[in-house]
């Protein structure tokens, strides 16, 4: 059981970090293109919901 949580969390460790790289990056492109970091947030959320 304690091999299987350690695999579980070793295997989510680098899916976090694409994710925090990928919120800098893309908060590095909306600072460049002029566009507030909530509203790309909130696009990225409704584009999930009509993908689903």
């Known amino acids: ?3 299987r949580i ?3 969390l ?5 899916a976090c970090l694409i994710t925090l790289a990928d919120d ?3 908060r590095a492109l909306s ?3 002029g566009i ?5 947030i909130a696009h990225r959320g409704a584009s999930h919901i ?3």
Do not use: F, Y
């Open 1 to 3: 059981m304690r091999r």
């Open 6 to 8: 350690i695999t579980a």
């Open 10 to 14: 070793g295997s989510l460790a680098p």
């Open 24 to 26: 800098s990056l893309g």
């Open 31 to 33: 600072e460049a293109a």
């Open 36 to 40: 507030p970091w909530p509203a790309v």
């Open 50 to 52: 009509a993908l689903s």
